[in-house]
């Protein structure tokens, strides 16, 4: 009866939160498809190679969201109302000090980082313009990504999942309007996607006042030890976020050198379906972490673990049929953002989606396993994972990869590594298992 119950709170929190990861990696996938449409293969060059600065952003606001809403659930399980409400607090402190930093790349630097990111004179200006309106809009996201872990873990999941969609379907709505009516290019795209996690914001404030359970803000002075937990627990998340913009500038860099714009233009468009996909992974991960972690706080620890099983095979399947459907409908795929009917950029694109995306096969898996480690406080496996994923492996197998089979090599590279990851990742669970019997 009891891992029934459990059970059924897992397939909740799963269903609502691969909803909302779904509708924030579509504000990408939005801008993707609009600006294809609007502003041609050189518009979603800009793009990506903007895309990894957005990540940077995303991966600070996940940090400080799953880390202080992690030791926030802790806290609730045992108990310790003022300690929850401190968590909440120093979350906030760090997050109102990290969005001055952002504020200010995007005031004083923004032309300096459309440079280091490789933007070229056909492209830099749209590139420049994406950096700095979302580096100015950084405080929206973070706090976005706080008040939505805050909120799930709390017991509201619906809540987060609804103002998440409330959010991005504005700025899919806001991308066509700014884009296409108002003739606003770029700008309009990235202002688009900036003005979704404030309507989120709202939506989320204007629920929580005529709420009677609220996430209740208590002014303290900042705790090392709080801010500390905050960083460690959430640091797996920001890796796994901010991964994808590393990936991307390696890429980048790499097929400007072997395709040009071109090629940066298909890849454009499988980074970001592969940031939609890795949002189902994600949206496992984050709707197990909540259940996992207060069994963990109850000393539960064989509930943990049999929500972390569930969490794997619910990824393997998922991971399965997505990729049945990209391999089979590849060329259609890439034709949706192919506006200009470039047969080069359509070739590349195909082919490309279904060579890079094998990976998920393997990529789900070692996500939850990471969120696993995270949720039970193994943080040193959760580090482990995520940094050969996310830096480590990728990036080495990407240079060595692509010089020995050209721009099928980065493609594989992809895949290459998670294998290699979840090798390690199955090892290292299997010695926590063995050093701690309870898990058994």
Known sequence: MEKREYSQQFKNYIMINVIAMLGISCCILADTFFISKGLGADGVAALNLAIPIFSLINASGLMLGMGGATKYSIYNAQNEKELSKKIFTNTIYIAATVSVVFILLGLLFSNNI????????????????????????????????????????DGNPKLAMTASLIGNFSNIFLDWLFIFPFGMGMFGAIFATGLAPVISILFMLSQTIKSSKKIEFEVVNPQRSMIRNVFTLG???????????????????????????????????????????????????????????????????????????????????????????VFLFADSIASVFNNENNQVLQGIATNGLRLYFI???????????????????????????????????????????????????????????????????????????AKNKNLS
């Open 114 to 153: 459309s440079y280091l990111l490789g933007a070229n004179a056909e492209v830099f200006d749209m590139t420049n313009i994406y950096l700095k309106v979302a580096l100015l809009f950084a405080p929206a996201f973070i706090m976005n990504h706080i008040f939505m872990c805050f909120i799930r873990n």
């Open 235 to 325: 640091f797996p998340s920001f890796v796994v976020e901010i991964s994808s913009g590393i990936v991307i500038v390696i890429f980048n860099i790499l097929i400007l050198n072997i395709s040009g714009n071109v090629g940066v233009a298909a890849y454009g468009i499988i980074a970001n379906l592969s940031l939609v996909v890795i949002a189902v992974f994600t949206g496992i991960a984050q709707g197990m972490q909540p259940i996992t972690s207060k069994a963990y706080g109850e000393g539960k620890i064989h509930i943990s673990k049999y929500i972390f099983k569930k969490a794997v095979i619910i990824s393997g399947i998922a991971a399965l049929g997505i990729y049945i459907v």
């Open 359 to 433: 990976g998920i096969l393997f990529a789900g898996i070692n996500i939850v396993m990471s969120m696993f480690c995270t949720s039970i406080e193994k943080i040193i496996p959760a580090h482990v994972i995520t940094l050969l994923r996310g830096i480590i492996v990728i990036v080495p197998s990407a240079i060595i990869l692509s010089k020995l089979l050209g721009l099928n090599g980065v493609w594989i590279a992809f895949p290459t590594t998670e294998i290699i990851v979840l090798v390690i990742g199955i090892c290292m669970y299997k010695k926590i298992i």
